[in-house]
T-cell receptor, first 113, second 116 residues
């Protein structure tokens, strides 16, 4: 069974702090990794994608991937109350182009003003 | 910016009835997906569709489900005989090309289905 695991939280951080979200996955041949943000009752919205080991930065967001440890993380710097949402880790575990995503349950982030 | 659209936004139906959920993927996208999310649970893959046929389907996508691309723009999910446990948010997603696993899937706003 292919699994993506996330701490469900809630993770509470003060405004301006760094929020650190973690995800592990079960399938070593997984190819691509995505972080989506989901506000309550809304659809997933892509934040970042990462494919290679190491760090990838985009504005206040940094994704980190360690394939040897089967671990991917998302750092949010200078957290804002508007960042309060559930963050979904999604993994494409197939090499083929169809690429259906396996999602974790999500980590609920609360940024306190 | 192009978006995936879905109709209706909400659907209430009686158990045993058929429902059709509709999606209009982004116009130059070629790969289409349906996912569902039961309230409070994770997003689950149902089916992927390419070149007018199903590419992959999950264990959830049993004989009561079907998908169709009836014209050049719409992509539909039909549930033939709804059950209480089909109550969920259904998301359509699309992807531009077969550029390997790195292509991003873009999600529509979802249809909230309630089966009574």
């Amino acid at each position: 069974q292919k699994e993506v695991e996330q701490n469900s939280g809630p993770l509470s951080v003060p405004e301006g702090a760094i929020a650190s979200l973690n995800c592990t996955y079960s399938d070593r041949v997984s190819q691509s990794f995505f972080w989506y943000r989901q506000y309550s009752g809304k659809s997933p919205e892509l934040i970042m994608s990462i494919y290679s080991n190491g760090d990838k930065e985009d504005g206040r967001f940094t994704a980190q991937l360690n394939k040897a440890s089967q671990y991917v993380s998302l750092l949010i710097r200078d957290s804002q109350p508007s960042d309060s949402a559930t963050y979904l880790c999604a993994v494409n575990m197939n090499e083929g182009s169809q690429g259906n995503l396996i999602f974790g349950k999500g980590t609920k982030l609360s940024v306190k003003p | 910016e192009p978006e995936v659209t879905q109709t209706p936004s909400h659907q209430v139906t009686q158990m045993g009835q058929e429902v059709i959920l509709r999606c209009v993927p982004i116009s130059n996208h070629l790969y289409f997906y349906w996912y569902r999310q039961i309230l409070g649970q994770k997003v689950e893959f149902l089916v992927s569709f390419y070149n007018n046929e199903i590419s992959e389907k999950s264990e959830i996508f049993d004989d009561q489900f079907s998908v169709e691309r009836p014209d050049g723009s719409n992509f539909t999910l039909k549930i033939r005989s709804t059950k209480l446990e089909d109550s969920a948010m259904y998301f359509c997603a699309s992807k531009r090309t077969g550029g390997g696993s790195q292509e991003t899937q873009y999600f529509g706003p979802g249809t909230r289905l309630l089966v009574l």
